[in-house]
């Protein structure tokens, strides 16, 4: 995304019935296209004042530190953001809320951002990625420290449709292993 879109997002046009302390989000993406997809959705919301847009970390951190959002939005294993990139906004924009991007629907993704502005913990800001039947049946077993042949046996699955399962889940709940991908599992009530 050029800085000209970028800076168009930055300043979006008032709606009615908007408020001057409505919320500021931040979204960053490496896919355009998501990201205008994810304004188009968010920009008629009455409380929120205005939607920016950045597809890398370090054009996140320049507009973030002009528009002092209130709810960042990333995608959470860029590979020049993630993680870090959520620090470096945590550190640098004093009460941010920052949350991933995730597969879901519209609703639960405008409700997500709404809980965000609220406080709401990032933990429990889990977008509900949708795991499918058989993917949530692989994290239980990955859960109990089962190797991917373990995993194939029980489940009657080859060791590598396995690990083709565990990259969609750690995908899916923007893990950057398996380790991570339980914990985020259990933090958002996918896992007990």
């Known amino acids: 995304m050029d800085s000209g879109t ?6 979006a046009p008032a709606f009615p019935g908007r408020r001057d302390e409505g919320v500021g989000v931040l979204m960053v993406h490496s896919d355009e296209l998501v990201l205008l997809g994810a304004r188009t959705l968010l920009e008629p919301q009455t409380w929120i004042s205005g ?30 953001g993630g993680p870090a990139l959520a620090r ?10 920052v949350m991933t991007f995730g597969e879901t629907r519209a609703r639960a993704f405008i409700r997500a951002v709404r809980h965000a502005a609220g406080g709401v913990p990032e933990a429990v ?9 058989r993917e949530l ?11 991917n042949g373990e995993i194939g046996r029980r489940l009657f699955l080859s060791p590598h449709t396995v690990k ?9 709940l923007s893990a950057q292993n398996r380790i991570e991908a339980i914990s985020r599992a259990r933090a958002s ?4």
């Open 51 to 80: 939607c920016f847009l950045a597809t890398s970390a370090d054009r996140a951190l320049e507009v973030a530190r002009r528009a002092n959002p209130r709810v960042a939005v990333i995608r959470g294993c860029a590979p020049d």
């Open 137 to 147: 049946e692989v994290l239980q077993h990955l859960a109990t420290g089962a190797t």
């Open 189 to 192: 009530g996918v896992l007990e």
């Open 6 to 11: 970028a800076e168009r997002g930055a300043s």
């Open 125 to 133: 800001l889990d977008l509900g990625p949708r795991l499918s039947g």
């Open 164 to 172: 083709q399962h565990v990259q969609r889940i750690c995908r899916k």
């Open 88 to 97: 470096r906004l945590q550190e640098e924009i004093p009460g941010v809320m």
